[in-house]
Each structure stands twice: as structure tokens, then as C-alpha cells.
């Protein structure tokens, strides 16, 4: 069973950065690997704010590309979540999230379902202030 925990939210004010961590409890020797970072902001769905696949391809959210970077480690046990320009827009509840088995056509970050992957984190709270 993969563990999932997060690090790095807090409070900020808007235009400042922030970095999430997600470590994950083992290294999944499986093929098709996905990592993925959602938000959820209560009365709205959890969405993807970006994916990364096995290959290293990244995608991003609309309301977040080219201020977000996704990115994680060779032996896939930490993914990161490296965000820019930071507005209130963005506070929310971020949750990272993994699986194996997950091809490049799924772990897209615009389309990836909450379904699609079966190891989460609790969640960590990133909060922006104008």
C-alpha cells in the first residue's frame, strides 16, 4: 500500500510562491506511472491542477499553466508542486495523488478524474491573501 503525504502549504500573500512536497511511502516498480496534484475548494470539485506522467510530460490546468510546475524525482517516490504568482484564486485545500498503470492519455491534468488514481494524500491547506 503507497502512502501519500504532503508538505509545504501555508499562508502567503498574493504574487509570492509557494512549494507542496509529496512523499510517497515506496517506490512503485510498475509501469505507466502517474503523479498529480488537485485542489478542492468547498462547494466545487476537485481539480487537476497538474499531472505528470512516466515519461516526464507535464500538464497543467488553464487557470495555472505558466505559473505551476509539476515534477518528480527518477525513482518516483516525491513529486512537487512549484507555484508562482500566487493569487487568492488559489487557496484551496491541494491534495497530490499517484498510480500506476495510468497511460499518457489519462494522466492529463485537464481530464484526470479523481478516479483514475488510487493513492492520495491528506491534503495540505495553501491559503492567498490579497
Known amino acids: 500500500q503507497v502512502q501519500l503525504v504532503e508538505s509545504g502549504g501555508g499562508s502567503v500573500q498574493a504574487g509570492n510562491s509557494l512549494r507542496l512536497s509529496c512523499r510517497h511511502s515506496?517506490?512503485?516498480?510498475?509501469?505507466?506511472?502517474?503523479m498529480a496534484w488537485f485542489r478542492h475548494v468547498p462547494g466545487k470539485e476537485r481539480e487537476g491542477v497538474g499531472a505528470?506522467?512516466?515519461?516526464?510530460?507535464?500538464t497543467y490546468a488553464e487557470s495555472v499553466k505558466g505559473r505551476f510546475t509539476i515534477s518528480g524525482n527518477n525513482r518516483k517516490i516525491t513529486s512537487y508542486l512549484e507555484m508562482n504568482s500566487l493569487s487568492p484564486d488559489d487557496t484551496a485545500m491541494y491534495y497530490c495523488?499517484?498510480?500506476?498503470?495510468?497511460?499518457?492519455?489519462?494522466?492529463?491534468?485537464?481530464?484526470?478524474?479523481?478516479?483514475?488514481?488510487?493513492?492520495w494524500g491528506q491534503g495540505t491547506q495553501v491559503t492567498v491573501s490579497s
Open positions: 505528470i506522467d512516466a515519461d516526464g510530460r507535464a
Open positions: 515506496t517506490y512503485m516498480s510498475v509501469g505507466s506511472y502517474c
Open positions: 495523488a499517484a498510480d500506476g498503470g495510468v497511460g499518457y492519455f489519462v494522466c492529463r491534468a485537464q481530464t484526470l478524474g479523481v478516479a483514475d488514481l488510487g493513492y
